[in-house]
């Protein structure tokens, strides 16, 4: 039995803030939060952290690493405050991380761009998940572990991403080899920030799995690496190796610095460092095989574990504890959920509709979806591909785009939203099948993330998947999840799922499908599937055409100093 007055403290470090959140141990309640936004954001123009305030290149995304730190300054003692607990009563804090999300580091830990010296160079700083900028090098990993018949590429898919630890490491080398060797440590800022806050440097099991290339107990081959590129052929022994913790371990104790930053006692357990979307199985308590976990946001990531190991076409990966301990923790992902309808809302709604929107107080994106709701299904006439951001799974391709097929001159705002709901929820039942197909069962869907709020949208996806869908019932999954491992960490429970027995909540059945709904909605999956198949498996590369002729132009325009339009996406949906 747990103290009824011990508390511990998530932190979920997203794309732009970072949130804290105090969770009382004994019932996983939740006392109080807080969000600090990092001032640098996410630099993908020009990097405005160093008095150059260079102009990057296409496909970068980078941060500043003493953001994160100010999140620790100032979100944790708020949720303390706000919670109106006695700090002494922390036992223990745990965070976790966007990923893959990369920082070069001195042995110290000190970042790269923190030294004067490297303070304009963009490659010392934060490499975030979405730096993209690496595919050219993702793609050389991939080839040549086809043609060797690497055992390990299977257990992702069959590819890797541009956004992994390899890819980006390769890039750096080659593009800036003054910053490789300055740097003695490639840190992912999941450990990075453990490592700030408990004076310890291990990587956690997650990250290293999933976005380390790390299977059956080992790395890479130097020998793969050499071929690579010859200097990359130390890579793991000279910048990687380090010892690996499992999830809900602890790594050291709150340092007397880092008892000062949060007002935490020193000495309190800290957790292994963790990925937001992995983290947030055990906040749900849906941590048992065939619960098949989506955390949707500006795009979803799908997780569920099992007892047994199968090769899934297109998954992210699968790794022994991925999730928790005993258990294969299997994962995939959709890169553009809400980041798609977003994008319709900024730039394909009509006057009209915003004022009658702004008119009856709601958002462009309800009053959408009040009228999206009314039709028929198959009523618009459209089908749409999820692409906007590129595939991630099941065809792990970034070069894809998105297609509307269908549109005549009778098509309105609501049809085409509505085309982009059930696209998504396609792509997800897609996921699906190529978890079912390849063994693994699923047998419902756990939602957790800011689209949940979207009863529509719950609705389709439990009929169009013809599986129940269950709701977490924290607003701050991945905070809260982080919470649990802390106090795993601390001792206070044997373990994760133990632990997310107590502290970790959902709505079991929240939404049923409807057998009606689930047959009208086949008939559309089937023409999603042919175009899926069609764009997506090389019959028709149209789409990767078209991206290469926009870079060309783009290139070509440079010299006018034009720049290409960024997509700013509505905060209710990050």
């Not at 706000?82 to 745990?94: M, S, T």
């Not at 991945?478 to 909540?505: K, N």
Request: charged share 20%; hydrophobic share 40%.
């Amino acid at each position: 039995m747990t103290d009824e007055n011990t508390y511990t403290i998530g932190v979920d470090f997203g794309t732009l803030s970072g949130r804290a959140v105090v969770v009382r141990v004994s019932d996983g309640a939740e006392l109080g939060s807080a969000e600090h936004t990092y001032p640098h954001a996410v630099m993908d123009r020009t990097l405005t952290a160093s008095a150059a305030n260079s102009e990057l290149p296409p496909e970068w995304a980078l941060q500043v690493p003493a953001d994160y730190v100010e999140v620790l300054k100032t979100a944790v003692p708020a949720a303390v405050e706000a919670a109106g607990i006695d700090p002494a009563q922390v036992i223990g804090i745990a965070t976790d991380f966007t990923a893959c999300t990369m920082i070069p580091v001195r042995a110290d830990g000190t970042p790269l761009c923190e030294l004067e010296q490297f303070a304009d160079r963009p490659h010392a700083y934060v490499k975030l998940w979405k730096h993209h900028a690496a595919q050219p090098h993702a793609d050389r990993i991939n080839a040549l572990a086809r043609e060797r018949g690497e055992s390990w590429l299977p257990r992702y898919g069959g590819l890797i991403s541009s956004e992994w630890q390899f890819a980006k490491g390769l890039q750096l080398l080659e593009e800036d080899r003054e910053i490789y060797d300055a740097m003695d440590r490639w840190v992912e800022a999941a450990d990075w920030i453990v490592w700030q806050l408990g004076g310890q440097y291990q990587r956690n099991a997650c990250t290293v799995g999933y976005k380390g290339i790390y299977q059956d107990g080992k790395h890479v081959g130097e020998e793969f690496l050499a071929a690579l590129n010859p200097d990359f052929a130390t890579f793991v022994q000279d910048k990687l190796e380090q010892p690996i913790a499992q999830l809900g371990d602890a790594v050291g104790q709150l340092t007397a610095e880092a008892a000062g930053w949060t007002g935490l006692p020193e000495g309190i357990a800290v957790a292994a460092g963790n990925v937001d979307a992995h983290v947030t199985l055990p906040a749900a308590n849906a941590v048992e095989n065939g619960q098949l976990t989506l955390i949707m946001g500006t795009s979803t990531c799908h997780v569920v574990n099992s007892d047994q190991l199968h090769e899934v076409p297109g998954m992210c990966g699968v790794v022994d504890g991925g999730v928790i301990a005993g258990k294969y923790g299997y994962e995939a992902g959709q890169s553009g959920v809400g980041d798609i309808f977003g994008w319709f809302v900024s730039s394909g709604v009509p006057a009209a509709y915003t004022a009658e929107a702004e008119r009856r107080g709601l958002s462009v994106h309800a009053y959408l979806t009040e009228l999206a709701e009314q039709q028929p299904i198959g009523g618009h006439g459209l089908v749409a591909l999820d692409w906007h951001n590129g595939n991630r799974s099941v065809l792990v391709d970034t070069e894809l785009s998105g297609l509307i097929i269908g549109q005549t001159l009778a098509t309105r705002p609501e049809d085409i939203y509505r085309a982009l709901l059930e696209a998504t929820a396609f792509g997800t039942r897609t996921i699906i099948e190529a978890f079912t197909g390849a063994g693994v069962p699923i047998t419902e869907l756990v939602v957790a993330g800011g689209l949940l709020k979207n009863r529509f949208l719950m609705q389709m996806y439990a009929d169009v998947t013809g599986l129940p869908l269950s709701t977490i019932t924290s607003e701050q999954g991945p905070a809260v999840g982080s919470a649990i491992h802390a106090a795993v960490a601390a001792g206070a429970y044997p373990d994760v799922r133990t632990a997310a027995a107590s502290m970790g909540h959902r709505t079991v059945g929240a939404y049923q499908p409807n057998a009606e709904a689930t047959a009208a909605y086949d008939r559309l999956f089937a023409e999603y599937s042919r175009l899926h198949d069609y764009f997506g498996r090389g019959e028709n590369d149209v789409m990767k055409r078209l991206k290469t002729l926009r870079r060309e132009a783009w290139e070509a325009s440079t010299s006018d100093g034009v720049s290409a339009p960024a997509l700013e996406v509505p905060e209710e949906l990050s």
